[in-house]
């Protein structure tokens, strides 16, 4: 096979991608690259944003309660809303996508997320409004949830159509690195705003890193007006103009790649969830590390993370995406009793190791493999909204609603020891195992997933 056949760069500088063979130059790939990841960066910086505002500030401002507990779960609550609508995003604007193309539909996903995030910094506190304090912080809550649901699977299956035959793994990754990206600024405005703060809650500064999303949004905003649709999508429109599909007949031709979709994220969207959310709380809230120690946590374990993405999809280009996937799956399932006994410990390096290990590694690594991945499983005609649907409606039963069942474990194993120095803290063994239930289905679903690697993106049929 020559290397050519592998997508190698020409002497003209052109990039070539059998079987579709369509041709990219250089630095149409890397603008590709680029503002995927910006997209990305944007989602989890609003994620990992609301993540850490509702371990540390939503419950006191928008909730307010006779105990911490009650408002961290109402604040939990609302954390899983966002993630109960990205189903109906991801339907919708996956739908959109495989009709009017990837390109508008990521313009419309990312304006929607960065209005709503940069919405919740303006939003009054329930001592201002009452009421409607909380009713509006769901609602930009829920708009960022429509966006979200479409934007990462938007951002794969676009990368996944642009890259070389042979390399999708490593290129598809790259724009996934968004998520250590935002992760990492998120976390580092947090550290900034609670350096020398006794209680954020009592200071208007915690708004500001909210109103940086539009920022961000604009840049993105530029940078995807400049993209070229995906070459890959401009084929499949003239193939198959005609043969687009409904909700229902997707459901019915390809529910078993779908379950199959949502079988590999349980263990890596709910661990994800687990250890950027639950973790942080867990430290903070139960064992009383302190804001500082658990954001300085996330970024540690985001670093690691960045240099973890793209060897898992390099890794899965040489191995094949299953078996890379599933032996993070395993790692995960291995590492959960020590990770969480570390935190349990209260000692703030050990928690930090832990959670760059359990979040950086293992929980990353499956999420730089199935970059292209899911995008390879399913048929031309309904990636979009396959690859959508499955992701989200993973993210709401296993990322979304984690946190609160995590925070409600926690609540009832502090019933049996309120006196204790740390209410809570044998919460640890439970939520262990919980990280390794969610590994246990993610391993024994890809048992039934045949390899995808290098597979026609033109291919009708999905892969099981």
Aim: some cysteine; aromatic content about 10%.
């Amino acid at each position: 096979m020559t290397q050519a056949a592998f997508g190698a760069i020409g002497a003209d500088g052109r990039i070539v991608s059998p079987p579709v063979r369509l041709a990219l130059t250089v630095s149409e790939l890397r603008r590709a690259a680029w503002t995927c990841s910006l997209g990305s960066a944007l989602e989890y910086y609003d994620f990992a944003l609301y993540s850490l505002a509702s371990a540390l500030v939503f419950g006191p401002l928008f909730f307010p309660s006779a105990t911490p507990v009650t408002s961290l779960i109402a604040s939990f609550a609302t954390y899983f809303v966002g993630f109960a609508v990205r189903p109906i995003g991801g339907i919708v604007f996956g739908r959109l996508g495989d009709h009017i193309g990837r390109k508008k539909v990521l313009l419309m996903t990312i304006t929607l997320m960065g209005l709503a995030s940069t919405g919740i910094g303006l939003i009054p506190t329930y001592q201002t409004i009452g009421i409607w304090a909380p009713i509006l912080l769901i609602t930009a809550r829920m708009l960022q949830g429509l966006g979200a649901g479409a934007e990462q699977a938007g951002a794969a299956v676009m990368m996944t159509e642009y890259a070389p035959v042979g390399q999708r793994g490593f290129y598809a990754s790259l724009p996934f690195l968004g998520i250590q990206i935002g992760t990492i600024i998120a976390a580092v405005v947090y550290c900034s705003l609670l350096f020398g703060v006794s209680d954020i809650t009592h200071s208007w500064i915690w708004r500001l890193p909210f109103l940086v999303s539009a920022i961000i949004l604009v840049v993105a905003l530029y940078m995807r007006l400049k993209l070229r649709e995906s070459p890959t999508f401009e084929m499949i429109q003239r193939k198959v103009a005609e043969e687009r599909e409904t909700l229902f007949s997707l459901i019915q031709g390809s529910w078993r790649t779908i379950l199959a979709g949502i079988g590999v994220r349980m263990a890596e969207n709910g661990g994800s969830s687990i250890y950027q959310v639950l973790a942080i709380s867990y430290l903070v809230n139960t064992m009383g590390l302190g804001g500082l120690l658990g954001t300085t946590s996330l970024i540690t374990a985001a670093v690691i993370g960045g240099f973890t993405v793209p060897i898992a999809g390099r890794l899965s280009d040489r191995f094949g995406r299953i078996r890379v996937y599933r032996t993070f799956a395993i790692l995960q399932a291995v590492t959960a009793l020590p990770v969480w006994y570390a935190f349990s410990t209260g000692r703030p390096l050990p928690a930090m190791i832990a959670l760059s290990i359990a979040l950086g590694v293992t929980t990353w690594g499956m999420f730089g493999t199935q970059a292209a991945m899911l995008p390879e499983m399913f048929g031309a005609r309904h990636r979009y909204m396959a690859v959508s649907l499955a992701r989200e409606v993973s993210a709401v039963i296993a990322g979304g609603i984690t946190p609160l069942i995590g925070s409600c474990i926690i609540r009832w194993v502090a019933t049996f020891s309120p006196s204790a120095a740390h209410p809570g803290q044998m919460s640890w063994l439970p939520i262990a195992g919980y990280v390794i239930f969610l590994a246990g289905i993610t391993i024994g679903t890809t048992c039934f997933i045949p390899e995808c690697r290098n597979r026609d993106l033109v291919e009708q049929n999905d892969i099981l």
